[in-house]
């Protein structure tokens, strides 16, 4: 029958829940990397699930974009060209592969499969790809074994490339083009700039860093990166 009043008149709305700000430091980021280290028997997470992550701290595309990787995205061993339909903003993303990237990506290619298109197929049937819940999963469950006490996602591991980024002088708007966020306003309609330099630079420059924070590199102390900066 009909009520006089909506039963839920007076409840109080959730709080917004707030933002995550998770961003890893260099000791949890030397950690993370070692423990994704696929040569590595001790810390049981699959293996093609180890390079999915890397490649998430490497070029900060969304876990789901990463997950779908497929080989016959992969340009020349240059470009890896996200399609618009599996892209969150519906626009096509093209991402520089430089030397680190191109490690993980020859490492998963000794795990290939004929029977699948994806770079990092799942476990359980190999025309479909890796989840983004067993990269979560994974992370999880061997937190404490990467010597990691406070809890991450793998899209922190996107929060925390988009930061580095910001430290090492790259410009908002050439950050904002590698994580594959549309420009907003009137830069957004007019600006119709590929940015595919800027974009391997600025990636240059953070696989530069990371090599620095990994202990496979110095660190240069009277050499400041303008490149990037008037990038």
């Given at each position: 029958g009909m009520i006089d009043f909506s039963p839920l008149t007076g409840m109080k709305r959730k709080d917004k829940e707030p933002s995550r700000a998770r961003v890893l430091t260099n000791e949890e980021i030397r950690n993370l990397w070692n423990a994704l280290d696929p040569q590595r028997t001790d810390i049981?997470?699959?293996?093609?699930?180890?390079?999915?992550?890397?490649?998430?701290?490497?070029?900060?595309?969304?876990?789901?974009?990463?997950?779908?990787?497929?080989?016959?995205?992969?340009?020349?061993?240059?470009?890896?060209?996200?399609?618009?339909?599996?892209?969150?903003?519906?626009?096509?993303?093209?991402?520089?592969?430089?030397?680190m990237l191109a490690a993980v990506i020859e490492e998963a290619k000794e795990l290939k499969s004929d029977e699948s298109p994806f770079v990092f197929r799942s476990t359980r049937k190999d025309?479909?790809?890796?989840?983004?819940?067993?990269?979560?999963?994974a992370i999880r469950r061997h937190r404490e074994e990467m010597k990691i006490s406070e809890r991450f996602t793998p899209h922190d591991l996107r929060r925390t490339l988009r930061t580095r980024l910001a430290e090492l002088g790259v410009s908002d708007?050439?950050?904002?083009?590698?994580?594959?966020?549309?420009?907003?306003?009137?830069?957004?309609?007019?600006?119709?700039?590929?940015?595919?330099t800027e974009?391997?630079?600025?990636?240059?420059?953070?696989?530069?860093?990371?090599?620095?924070?990994?202990?496979?590199?110095?660190?240069?102390?009277?050499?400041?990166?303008?490149?990037?900066?008037n990038a």
């Open positions: 049981d997470i699959y293996r093609l699930t180890k390079l999915a992550l890397r490649t998430i701290l490497l070029t900060g595309q969304r876990p789901g974009e990463v997950a779908q990787m497929t080989w016959d995205q992969i340009e020349d061993g240059e470009w890896w060209n996200i399609p618009e339909e599996i892209t969150k903003t519906r626009s096509a993303q093209r991402i520089p592969i430089n030397p025309k479909v790809a890796v989840s983004v819940g067993a990269m979560s999963n708007v050439v950050a904002e083009r590698v994580l594959g966020h549309k420009l907003q306003g009137v830069l957004g309609i007019y600006n119709r700039h590929s940015y595919d974009k391997r630079q600025a990636l240059l420059r953070w696989e530069q860093r990371l090599s620095e924070i990994l202990g496979l590199s110095e660190v240069p102390n009277n050499v400041i990166p303008l490149e990037v900066r």
